[in-house]
């Protein structure tokens, strides 16, 4: 999508490895949000921010944590995976909040 | 709690016949909504959006959706339904705290037969 990439797009690993995903904008937005998708359950919030090294936990945020050095980046660190996080995840950016969100294409995560 | 709920796993119309994917929700002040549209293998993209107004929204591909404050509902209509329509679709609320946090609900699977 424009203005957001997600990397890698696809990724394969073992369990206990740590795994970075990244998501890079070229909106200058404020907002940047990590979710996961899964199915029966939707889209579910991992980690948010609201600002350069501004991050909050989402309701699943156990086992993830974020980093947002610059604004235009925002990476989400599996710390030790887990075949429970197998998943596709998904980045968001908001310019304000209110508006929306644009998403990335997404990053298929498989954890074996 | 601020939640959204849409009741069917998946809608089945044939082509050139209205569709309606549901959508209710529950939030404690005024809700600012979403329908979000997920092709296969893809990000989602933005349909429409309700934040104050014309209870009626129109979007993107000829979807509109009607916001019902008195059955908290916010339900996605379109009037001729298309076979490239069949996709998978979300609602959304904007949490009422800090941060902009969209709650999306399970989604719904549109399937659109000739």
């Known amino acids: 999508d424009a203005g957001i990439t997600q990397s890698p797009r696809h990724k394969v690993t073992e369990t206990g490895t740590p795994v970075t995903l990244r998501c890079h904008q070229t909106?200058?937005?404020?907002?940047m949000y990590w979710y996961r998708q899964d199915p029966g359950h939707g889209l579910r919030l991992i980690h948010y921010?609201?600002?350069?090294?501004?991050?909050d936990k989402g309701e699943v945020s156990d086992g993830y944590s974020v980093s947002r050095s610059k604004t235009e980046d925002f990476l989400l660190t599996l710390e030790s995976a887990t075949s429970s996080q197998t998943s596709v995840y998904f980045c968001?950016?908001?310019?304000?909040?209110?508006?929306?969100?644009?998403f990335g294409s997404g990053t298929r995560l498989t954890v074996v | 709690a601020q939640s959204v709920a849409q009741p069917e796993d998946q809608v089945n119309v044939a082509e050139g016949n209205p569709l309606t994917v549901k959508c209710t929700y529950s939030?404690?002040?005024?809700?600012?909504l979403f329908w979000y549209v997920q092709y296969p293998n893809r990000g989602l993209q933005f349909l429409l959006k309700?934040?104050?107004?014309?209870?009626l929204v129109k979007g993107s591909y000829g979807f509109e959706a009607e916001f019902n404050k008195s059955q908290t509902s916010f339900h996605l209509k379109k009037p001729s339904a298309l076979v490239s329509d069949s996709a998978l679709y979300f609602c959304?609320?904007?949490?009422?705290?800090?941060?902009?946090?969209?709650?999306f609900g399970q989604g719904t699977e549109l399937s659109v037969k000739p």
């Open positions: 909106e200058n937005h404020r907002y």
């Open positions: 309700y934040i104050t107004g014309d209870n």
């Open positions: 959304a609320v904007r949490d009422e705290n800090q941060g902009g946090k969209l709650i």
């Open positions: 939030v404690s002040g005024n809700p600012y």
């Open positions: 921010s609201y600002g350069v090294k501004d991050t």
């Open positions: 968001a950016i908001s310019e304000d909040g209110y508006s929306g969100y644009t």
